[in-house]
């Protein structure tokens, strides 16, 4: 049976044109650098729930890197006045559910960084600085919005090619689509380039819509079936476009899924062996929580056999 989930494909083209607030960049990581070298800070607070790609593009800009720990909602466990002045807190969206990071936590910091990775579509103030990555939610090969004060000046020089062989290699379920796509994910650095001209053409003429509205018709799907079993409890706000359905379950079960079909990332491998020892909650996230498949490319019967083998398995126990 065909796999549910993994990376996306090419993303189809409409007529439609859509524009996007912010400079468009290359990546998440290039964003993040081109905040920090604007800013320079001290210091910078980070989640210890966070991949390592983040993490190492804060090192990398001279900022020392100050880890802190998350409540059960995943909101940060971080008190606005231990942070002094010359630091700055970079908070994730999760799952793009804004439940995780509302906008008046943000605002009690003074140099809040909003790390919209998982939650591409959630719209943001300019007074504070914030990025995403559309490749996360869109089948595009790269591709971020930075918005902050002045963030048009930012100078991008470069702008690379960004193949999208692996994209059309998974369209046609061509076998060495998975290797491509590792290449291709190993090619982003923290250099501050441009988006490619390629993936701001895709990018404006996606069927946003459609994706947005599969997406949570998806995880409402899933929230329906699965909501009570489901350890994380968050809502689905009225404008929130999730990336993954969230479920954590008791035991960690990501291979049992994968051998079944379910294509589950695990986010993030890194917490439960990285140095200083990450929080013992953050661990279990990264150990015990199911990204569950939802984006655009499926619909109800895909989301009833997700529903339907992570029953299974955890029966199974
Ligand atoms: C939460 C989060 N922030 C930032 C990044 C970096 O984004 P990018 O891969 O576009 O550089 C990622 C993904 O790697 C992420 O998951």
Request: aromatic fraction near 8%.
């Amino acid at each position: 049976m065909t796999p549910v989930g993994g990376f996306l494909e090419l993303e189809p083209l409409t007529e439609q044109i859509t524009d996007f607030a912010g400079k468009p960049l290359r990546s998440g990581r290039a964003c993040l650098s081109a905040i920090l070298n604007r800013e320079s800070p001290k210091r910078v607070f980070v989640p210890s729930y966070l991949c390592d790609a983040a993490v190492r593009a804060v090192s990398a800009a001279g900022s020392n890197v100050e880890f802190y720990g998350l409540d059960s909602d995943l909101q940060p466990l971080l008190d606005p006045r231990d942070v002094d002045q010359d630091s700055m807190v970079l908070m994730v969206t999760y799952f793009g559910l804004s439940q995780t990071l509302p906008l008046s936590l943000i605002r009690s910091f003074r140099r809040p960084i909003v790390d919209n990775a998982c939650a591409f579509y959630r719209s943001m103030p300019g007074d504070f600085w914030s990025f995403n990555s559309a490749r996360k939610f869109v089948g595009v090969a790269d591709g971020a919005y930075l918005t902050g004060p002045n963030s048009a000046e930012i100078d991008a020089s470069s702008n690379v090619f960004g193949s999208e062989e692996h994209l059309r290699a998974r369209q046609l379920g061509e076998p060495d689509a998975h290797q491509l796509y590792r290449r291709a994910e190993r090619s982003f650095d923290n250099s501050v380039s441009a988006m490619s001209d390629r993936s701001r053409r895709r990018m404006s003429r996606a069927d946003h819509v459609k994706i947005c509205n599969r997406r949570r018709r998806n995880y409402e799907s899933l929230q329906e079936m699965l909501g009570m079993a489901n350890r994380l409890q968050i809502g689905l706000d009225a404008d929130d476009v999730p990336h993954y359905y969230p479920f954590l379950s008791s035991i960690p079960i990501h291979q049992r899924l994968i051998q079944e079909g379910i294509l589950v990332p695990s986010l993030w491998s890194e917490v439960i062996t990285r140095s200083p020892r990450s929080p013992s909650w953050e661990q279990d996230l990264a150990t015990r929580l199911l990204p569950l498949p939802i984006d655009q490319r499926y619909g109800h019967v895909h989301m009833e056999r997700v529903a339907a083998v992570v029953r299974e398995v955890l029966d199974d126990i």
